[in-house]
């Protein structure tokens, strides 16, 4: 039986595949180790802001020979970084707007779990 020998393009796509799921699986488990140190925390202080204004995207589709943009709207984000007390674990939380301007850098806040979800 004859070995066949890998070209580099399949080289190339091996790899590329090999990094997206690395990268997903990067993705699931730090939303998981944020989520079990938002678990963790009773009070802390806001030691982190963080804002992306909303924008729009466009996806790109073709129908037949013409292609067709169709606009996708993504609303602004605000997030809050919180260190507990004890400065043993850090979690970021997703807030509204009316939330996150309530705060400052440095505030403390006696029950984050309640307060910020």
């Known amino acids: 039986m004859r070995k066949r020998k890998l070209d ?3 080289i190339i796509i ?3 595949i090999v990094l997206i799921i690395i990268l997903i699986i990067s993705m699931i488990r730090a939303t998981i180790y944020n989520y079990q140190e938002q678990q963790l925390i009773v009070s802390g202080y806001v030691i982190d802001k963080d804002f992306n204004r909303a924008y729009t995207s466009h ?3 073709k129908v037949g020979d013409t292609w067709i943009e169709t606009p996708v709207y993504h609303e ?3 997030n809050i970084y919180i260190q507990s007390d004890d400065e043993k674990h850090k979690a970021w939380y ?3 707007e009316y939330i ?3 705060y400052k850098i ?3 806040i006696k029950n984050v779990n309640r307060e910020l979800k």
């Open 59 to 61: 996806n790109r589709n």
């Open 94 to 96: 997703e807030v509204t």
């Open 14 to 16: 091996i790899s590329v």
């Open 100 to 102: 996150y301007n309530q």
């Open 8 to 10: 580099w393009e399949t």
């Open 76 to 78: 602004a984000s605000y």
């Open 106 to 108: 440095g505030d403390y």
